[in-house]
């Protein structure tokens, strides 16, 4: 098998994939809705992964000198394009919070509280979610969400979190706080968690 031709069929695959993904997890990124839309639901990420790997397969595919050096400046120029862009795009919408907390339910269920953080440097918000089952079909919950206002109310955020049974979550804020939640047997949250 030709091999350069078997690595651009794999970066078309690769693309389509990528765009499929970028479409379908806004889609799906709801209460109730798998972890993993959630998780992926970054589509300038994702696009910009397709439009590099269809530029790739067109410099791997082409037997037409002009439009190869053609592929291959616009797969140059979009990979120092991506290289600008990546950590401007990381200050700018934080594509990976600060993993505060991640604690199992002790019933042994595979449910999880899980507590993220995103950066200081922008909009920080507080994030709280149960996830309910295994990778990759675990569904995610959302239990409360925090933004401190822009006088950096740092009164409001989480300290600790954990179960202090299989049916409720406690949740204790920065000003010391206690919320204790109801927790449904699939990870829906029964209590609303307002700061």
């Not at 000198?65 to 120092?80: C, F, Q, T």
């Not at 822009?150 to 202090?164: I, M, R």
């Amino acid at each position: 098998m030709n091999t350069p031709r078997a690595a651009a069929w794999g970066l078309v695959a690769l693309a389509g994939a990528a765009a499929a993904t970028a479409v379908a997890a806004p889609l799906y990124a709801h209460p109730g809705g798998p972890a993993l839309a959630a998780d992926l639901d970054h589509p300038l990420v994702l696009c910009g992964l397709a439009v590099l790997a269809l530029a790739g397969a067109a410099l791997l595919r082409s037997r037409r000198p002009r439009l190869r050096r053609a592929a291959g400046a616009g797969l140059a120029l979009a990979v120092v394009l991506a290289g600008l862009a990546v950590p401007a795009y990381g200050v700018v919408t934080d594509p990976q919070p600060l993993l505060e907390w991640d604690v199992p339910a002790p019933d042994g269920s595979a449910r999880r509280l899980v507590v993220e953080q995103t950066s200081a440097l922008t909009d920080p918000v507080w994030r709280i979610h149960v996830d309910a089952g295994t990778f990759p079909t675990a569904r995610r919950w959302p239990v409360a969400a925090y933004r401190p206002d822009p006088e950096f109310d740092f009164t409001k955020g989480v300290l600790e979190a954990y179960w202090p049974d299989p049916d409720h979550v406690r949740i204790i804020d920065l000003d010391h706080g206690h919320h204790d939640l109801r927790i449904a047997a699939d990870g829906r949250p029964l209590d609303r968690l307002d700061w």
